[in-house]
């Protein structure tokens, strides 16, 4: 068997197994997908969404690229947040990192990978921006930590700044996004206290977060 053929058994597997348990499982699931949370985070095949908070499939509307970064350009992404907000009025928008990104470190080695050096731009803003307290950090283990935590903060306040939110708190709808980070050694969330849920908490809250983990 194939690794190919092995994925298509796992998933015949998975199919009968749910059915056993829950016979109307997918029939419910075909017709519905109104989750409360929207998940923005790192492609890492080590971190899946569902999984690391317990959800079920159709529980939790999910985004995810190389370093969990949020772009005003991005229109992949931003479609996304617009679809959460406005369509599935998604209640929570959550970034979550995870401590050991490679994308992370390999923006603060300045590694040359190819294209993604690109993407990977936006996160080295993110180490210049924090420069000086980055800089007094003498272990790279403890320095990819901080970037990785300040990296979801700064990404956080860039999904508070979309349109998408900001028309959302304009007409009072409810949505808060909140900044986490995911430890790979433990599977333990961290909730990096960058919670906002109208744009009159962003400067407190956004301040609050960054010196918390300074």
């Avoid at 929207?38 to 370093?67: M, T, Y």
């Amino acid at each position: 068997m194939n690794s190919l053929e092995r994925l298509l058994e796992n998933n015949r597997v998975w199919s009968e197994t749910i059915r056993r348990q829950q016979p109307d499982f997918f029939e419910v699931l075909a017709h519905q997908q109104s989750p409360e949370f929207l998940w923005i985070g790192c492609s890492d095949s080590r971190v899946p969404a569902n999984q690391v908070v317990g959800l079920k499939p159709g529980e939790v509307f999910v985004h995810r690229n190389v370093a969990n970064v949020v772009v005003h350009t991005d229109l992949n992404c931003l479609s996304v947040i617009q679809y959460g907000v406005d369509v599935l009025r998604v209640r929570h928008i959550i970034v979550c990192g995870h401590y050991g990104c490679g994308g992370v470190i390999a923006a603060m080695r300045n590694q040359k990978l190819g294209l993604i050096d690109n993407w990977l731009r936006h996160v080295q803003d993110v180490q210049e921006k924090y420069a000086a307290p980055l800089g007094k950090i003498t272990g790279e283990t403890q320095l990819a930590d901080r970037l990785c935590e300040l990296n979801v903060i700064e990404q956080a306040l860039n999904v508070c700044q979309t349109t998408v939110v900001q028309d959302a708190w304009t007409r009072g709808q409810e949505v808060s996004v909140h900044g986490w980070i995911y430890g790979l050694q433990n599977g333990l969330v961290r909730d990096l206290k960058m919670s906002i849920g109208h744009r009159h908490e962003l400067a407190t809250a956004y301040a609050a977060a960054v010196a918390a983990v300074e």
